[in-house]
């Protein structure tokens, strides 16, 4: 006779790939860009070893 074993226990599941943000309170933004200037977006962000997300906040707070 099987005896029975505990259940590992589950983790709470998060959305895949999605970190909290780094230094306080964000609010997401959604637009539509064209894909080249996506593409070169992710680029630079890769060569700068941050996020497109950061690489755009900065570019948005030059151009204000």
Known sequence: MR??????????????GWKPPAG????????????????RIKSAAALRDTTASLVMEQAAAEWL
């Open 24 to 39: 306080g309170p964000r609010k997401q933004f959604l637009t539509s860009l064209d894909a080249d200037i996506i593409k």
């Open 3 to 16: 005896t029975a074993r505990p259940m590992a226990e589950k983790k709470k599941a998060g959305r895949p």
